[in-house]
């Protein structure tokens, strides 16, 4: 672990083998059921150890670093979304982890997507935080489609500088510091630097339909949206009819990492959705 980055001493950090590849994670043991996190594209399991505070706790936390990202393995094969469900499944039989609430942001949204769809019988529920739909009528272009090349020249980009260096340059980072979480854009500094060029393979095989996934998961699921207007609002919410047991909702002033722009507003909207699951 980066001299950087703490952990409570209480928490459990190591590798366990799924999927055939070994995921880095931390655990927090705490006295509720599984609360499992699946992470975004160019972050790490460290990158939401505020949410792991929040609920450690009261859930049995556990953040971890997707294929490709952080300490995990970067294996030659697929980073697709079937590819890396197949790991977080395999995290969840691994650790005996049953009737888990599953929380993914962005990439790990479709992690969690396509998981929940392949065994609706495992997860206790489902949160998905600013999930990417590349359907008609959402205008999210936070990912975009592109050669890998691109991707690749991205991170090797990072990783000429140093953290320091990408904590200077970034606008995104000094706007992190500005609002108090000066933490938090040391630990997405970190997650940059330790990417793999492999994680490129994440775009291959595009994003999910919503449309064609959501009417296979059966656990209750909430949708945290990032703010938009109308138009797109209300396209959002006819997406998310699509989930048997889903609810909606948008978080006025948040973009794309909801927790991280709007976290008292996320919190409690997530708060609210724990209670009744």
């Not at 950087?4 to 006295?31: D, K, M």
């Not at 706790?57 to 697929?78: K, T, W």
């Not at 997650?191 to 998961?217: C, K, N, Q, S, W």
Request: hydrophobic share 40%; with cysteine; net charge negative.
């Amino acid at each position: 672990m980066s001299g950087q980055t703490q952990i409570p001493e209480r928490w459990e950090r190591g590798f366990v083998e799924a999927n055939g590849i070994e995921l880095h994670y931390c655990r927090t043991h705490g006295s509720g059921p599984p609360f499992v996190v699946s992470h975004g594209f160019s972050d790490d399991g460290y990158c939401r150890l505020d949410l792991a505070r929040e609920l450690g706790d009261e859930f049995d936390v556990v953040l971890y670093d997707a294929r490709g990202h952080g300490r995990s393995d970067a294996p030659d094969e697929e980073y697709g979304a079937p590819e890396r469900a197949a790991d977080l499944l395999g995290l969840l039989e691994a650790f005996a982890l049953e009737d888990p609430i599953l929380f993914g942001h962005s990439m790990g949204a479709d992690t969690v997507t396509e998981a929940a769809a392949r065994r609706p019988d495992r997860p206790r529920a489902v949160i998905l935080e600013d999930p990417v739909w590349m359907v008609d009528g959402v205008n999210d272009d936070v990912i975009q489609d592109g050669p890998r090349d691109d991707i690749e020249e991205q991170i090797a980009g990072w990783q000429e500088h140093s953290v320091e260096e990408l904590l200077e340059a970034d606008t995104m980072f000094r706007e992190l510091a500005e609002s108090g979480q000066a933490d938090l854009a040391r630990r997405v500094a970190e997650a940059r630097h330790r990417l793999r060029p492999e994680i490129g393979r994440v775009f291959e095989g595009g994003l999910l339909d919503p449309t064609e996934m959501y009417v296979d998961i059966e656990a209750p699921t909430l949708i945290l949206k990032a703010d938009a207007d109308e138009a797109e609002r209300e396209r959002e919410r006819e997406i998310a009819a699509f989930l048997p047991d889903g609810r909606l909702v948008h978080v006025d002033d948040a973009g794309h990492c909801v927790f991280w722009d709007e976290r008292e507003r996320a919190t409690e909207k997530l708060r609210a959705f724990l209670a009744t699951v």
